[in-house]
């Protein structure tokens, strides 16, 4: 008797620090799902005022406030009176019109944008849009919440970008790994969550789905690709 007395002294407290243990995990879980869901709406906030707040900016703007961009033989007005993220997708679309009449590989899409932002005279604060997006996608990917709840605010993210400013990003990206998308963490991430799926159901995409190399597109999910 005392043998089975022994034994189910060490199977109760061994149930017990299992289920204290549980407890306290699930404890310590829910604390950080608190916190996550306490956080998210700032840093979503955070991205929707940084997308807001850009002005255009450019280093040559002249009275007309137009400032004439010249790169590889295209000429191009960049208008105040236009966003930053228009201009740039009005400018892409003219370059690859004027200037090549095939796919543009990684390295020329990255040298697309360095030549359009390079004339922003307020780059940094423009680069600090996309990086805001990352940071609050970062924060979702790793947050201690179920897939579901993390693709359900990774799609409130992309639903405050409108399809001009989700081809900036796409494009910022692009120039940022240097054309070396399948090996970028921040891609795959974003692959993960078919984060640019309104861009390629828009007008946007229309407009330049024949200027990128199907190597790059596939990166980032287009559904003409992947279906």
């Known amino acids: 008797m005392d043998i089975i007395s022994n034994i189910f002294q060490i199977i109760t407290g061994t149930m017990s620090v299992i289920i204290a243990l549980s407890v306290f995990l699930f404890s310590k879980k829910k604390h950080k799902q608190d916190a996550f869901y306490s956080l998210f709406p700032t840093i979503l906030n955070r991205v929707k005022e940084s997308i807001d707040n850009i002005q255009l900016s450019t280093t040559r703007l002249n009275g007309n406030k137009t400032s004439i961009l010249i790169t590889d033989n295209c000429n191009y007005s960049i208008f105040a009176d236009s966003s930053v993220y228009k201009n740039f997708c009005q400018y892409y679309v003219e370059y690859s019109r004027v200037v090549n009449n095939k796919p543009y590989n990684g390295a020329k899409v990255a040298n697309v944008w360095e030549n359009y932002v390079s004339n922003l005279h307020n780059r940094a604060m423009f680069d600090s849009v996309f990086k805001n ?95």
């Open 133 to 227: 997006i990352y940071i609050c996608i970062y924060n979702i990917d790793n947050a201690e919440i179920s897939v579901s709840e993390k693709e359900k605010c990774v799609r409130l993210v992309a639903d405050v970008l409108n399809s001009e400013q989700l081809f900036c990003y796409m494009i910022n990206i692009v120039h940022n790994c240097k054309g070396y998308c399948s090996d970028d963490e921040t891609t795959k991430m974003l692959l993960k969550y078919n984060f640019f799926r309104d861009l390629f159901n828009s007008e946007v995409y229309a407009k330049i789905e024949n200027t990128i190399d199907v190597s790059i597109i596939r990166c980032f999910s287009l559904p003409q690709i992947n279906n």
